[in-house]
T-cell receptor, first 113, second 112 residues
Framework: DAEITQSPRHKITETGRQVTLACHQTWNHNNMFWYRQDLGHGLRLIHY???????NKGEVSDGYSVSRSNTEDLPLTLESAASSQTSVYFCASSPPGQDYGYTFGSGTRLTVV | DAKTTQPPSMDCAEGRAANLPCNHSTISGNEYVYWYRQIHSQGPQYIIH???NNETNEMASLIITEDRKSSTLILPHATLRDTAVYYC?????????????FGTGTLLAVQP
């Protein structure tokens, strides 16, 4: 069955380190998205992509980057991790068009110490 | 994209219908209404969406008022497993704006 997987599920890193969170989907969806979720803020959009070589900034993109070299993967990189980036990160994908819901991954809990 | 207003929390007795309201008074004619839910610590789950007409699927029903300024998600027979945060989202059709912007949602607590 098609799926969307995130790895790792949990990660602890130190301030200033570069961290990459993986997102891999086998739905062959064009659209992929990264969100972060913090208490009191709900889900906030970080970056998104509508296809290979396409990337766009979301609401809270500072300190994050993404690249889309193939359809299946949209890795999220924290260039220099900060304690404010401690959060739960969710990846999602969808086909193009309006009449399709998003499929979300199970999330990555990142702690920056 | 239009903003939505939802009550922060609601209670419902197990086995009864849960009616979750959403106000989207600034919705445009080409914006759809989507509902998602998030059970504790899991990724959000798509429930249902609609444009003008009422919609029903195996999970829920969506009732949209005639002026489209508000909608109600109905879970016909709520169970304890339906305890979750429910998000009402409106968004414009089209690839260039095909992104979901989440609000803070409604925490539905289903009581035994």
């Amino acid at each position: 069955d098609a799926e969307i997987t995130q790895s790792p599920r949990h990660k602890i890193t130190e301030t200033g380190r570069q961290v990459t969170l993986a997102c891999h989907q086998t739905w062959n969806h064009n659209n992929m998205f990264w969100y972060r979720q913090d208490l009191g803020h709900g889900l906030r959009l970080i970056h998104y992509s509508y296809g290979v070589q396409d990337t766009n900034k979301g609401e809270v993109s500072d300190g994050y980057s993404v690249s889309r070299s193939n359809t299946e993967d949209l890795p999220l990189t924290l260039e220099s991790a900060a304690s404010s980036q401690t959060s739960v990160y969710f990846c999602a994908s969808s086909p193009p068009g309006q009449d399709y819901g998003y499929t979300f991954g199970s999330g990555t809990r990142l702690t920056v110490v | 994209d239009a903003k939505t207003t939802q009550p922060p929390s609601m209670d419902c007795a197990e086995g009864r219908a849960a009616n979750l309201p959403c106000n989207h008074s600034t919705i445009s004619g080409n914006e759809y209404v989507y509902w998602y839910r998030q059970i504790h610590s899991q990724g959000p789950q798509y429930i249902i969406h609609g444009l003008k007409n009422n919609e029903t699927n195996e999970m829920a029903s969506l009732i949209i008022t005639e002026d489209r300024k508000s909608s109600t998600l109905i879970l016909p027979h709520a169970t304890l497993r339906d305890t979750a945060v429910y998000y009402c989202i409106v968004r414009v059709y089209g690839g260039a704006t095909n992104k979901l912007i989440f609000g803070t949602g409604t925490l539905l607590a289903v009581q035994p």
